[in-house]
């Protein structure tokens, strides 16, 4: 089936029953202007990429129960949810680090939250060791590493699909185990020691 000649009614109407090529034409044909629109509000490429891949991943985990009246729409107002998303952990994210940071200048704390950092290192040290070789390589390469997903696929040898769903799927696995300590570890990230 020839998926770029078909209305975006007909790929909703082929992805709310499960057609993968449908899924591929709507990605295809939405990631750019998506991605065009992201980067007006984020100016991250990495932001960007993180949030499409979420856009697209809850498109298709939602797709049979999801009421999709216009695609277009449905995807730019998933796109603007997801940013303002985005935005609010970054100020909780803030908000945290500026509560530990007060806390940081008691001096009977400071070990306390190197334990509590040792802990998270730990954690995700065993989840990600827990993810499937290829899986840790990618995640290592783009967020270690700080790799583009284009570079890891030349370095792979994959396709960048491939790559985006490796760096989905890690992300997601580090979420779920690691959800209890996302301000702690925004904190880490935001701050410099």
Do not use: C
């Not at 000649?5 to 709310?16: E, I, P, V």
């Not at 999801?66 to 803030?94: G, N, V």
């Not at 790799?147 to 792979?156: A, G, N, P, Q």
Request: overall charge negative; glycine content about 2%.
């Amino acid at each position: 089936m020839e998926y770029q000649l078909l209305t975006d009614d007909l790929l909703t109407k082929l992805l709310q029953v499960g057609d993968e090529g449908a899924f591929r034409e709507i990605y295809k044909r939405y990631w750019k202007p998506l991605a065009k629109t992201a980067m007006s509000k984020l100016r991250s490429e990495a932001d960007v990429e993180e949030i499409l891949q979420e856009v697209f991943m809850r498109l298709w985990e939602k797709r049979a129960t999801s009421k999709i009246d216009s695609l277009k729409a449905y995807l730019f107002a998933a796109l603007k949810y997801q940013i303002i998303d985005h935005y609010k952990a970054q100020l909780l994210a803030e908000r945290y680090a500026n509560q530990v940071l007060a806390k940081q200048t008691e001096p009977d704390n400071a070990p306390d939250i190197e334990v509590h950092f040792q802990q998270i290192i730990q954690i995700f040290e065993n989840v990600l060791q827990q993810l499937p070789e290829k899986t840790r390589s990618v995640f290592s390469l783009s967020r270690l590493e700080n790799k583009t997903v284009r570079e890891i696929s030349d370095l792979l040898q994959i396709p960048e699909r491939t790559v985006e769903y490796h760096i989905t799927q890690s992300l997601k696995t580090l979420r779920l185990h690691l959800k209890d300590y996302l301000p702690t570890l925004w904190f880490f990230f935001l701050v410099d020691f």
